[in-house]
């Protein structure tokens, strides 16, 4: 499986950005011996923010089809972009499987309403304004977001991060797990649930059944409810409640469900004096050890090493 990548470089584009967005595919290729990924660049003529040069093809001369096309911006909104360029990206981004905003590329996504209706980790603007400007942009604070084929990311770390969990996501998690190791990361970082874990007033709106699942939930965390339970007191079947975590949240039930669980227990182990044992029982976990296991998975350390720090 060979991928054609586009390197869409905007000006003002981070260096830094761009070089975490790219050596996770090179390494890629290295490690498993063949082209999984050709990176073609593509920019307007600008150099980096930092004034190095790069060869660039025009966007106008890129030969279809591209499987992912990634806007790599800066630090703050791109400026002097031609007056087409919106219409330009829409119709490059039609045939595209994959598209993503690196640090402030993700605004140019948004102002062309390609993120409309996605979850988006938006960057180069105060909070307040993103809102008032994307209104129909699922905004979150994570530093990363991916849903279905929309990645958006804020700098550098994160540029990385998305970049080796997106390629688990093609190559395997074995592959997103020598990726992180290579570049000394402690773990692969994974993709946040859009705020948190709570739903937006928007989406508690539209959806009343994933509302009311959401709040199941939230009030059986100790003795946490089956799959099965929770789609019948909303009244769907459990395939049906799958495919809304699916279409709203980009997971599934049971992964939401944990998330819950171990944010509660985080809130307790930081901030309380409950032994382990308590709070691994308080949050459904029924031995020690899984909780331990769960909990480092998801964290990156242990229970116990994170009350030490």
Known sequence: MSLRVGLLLLPGASALTYAAAVEPMQVANRLLGED?????????????GSGLPIPQTPLDHCDPPLDWLLLVGGHAPPRELPDDFAQKLTHHADGVSTLGGLASGGLLLAEAGLLDGYRAALHGLPGAQLRERFPAVRQTEDVFCVDRNRLTCRGATAAQDLMIWTIGRELGRDVAEALAQWFVRERVGEPELGGGTELDQATRAEQPALAEAVDLMF?????????DDIAGHV??????????FRKYLDTVPSRYY????????????????????????????????????????????????DREV
Do not use: M, W
């Open 36 to 48: 999984c990924f050709s990176i073609e660049h593509l920019g307007l003529g600008a150099a980096f």
């Open 219 to 227: 009030a059986n965390i100790e003795e946490p409810l089956s799959g």
């Open 235 to 244: 009244n769907l079947s459990r395939r049906q409640l799958e495919r809304l």
């Open 258 to 305: 944990l998330k819950i669980r171990l944010d509660r227990a985080r809130e307790l182990v930081r901030n309380s004096a409950l032994s382990l044992t308590d709070i691994a029982l308080s949050c459904g976990f029924s031995s020690g050890a899984h909780f331990s296991t769960t909990y480092r998975n998801a964290f990156g350390l242990t229970p116990s090493e």
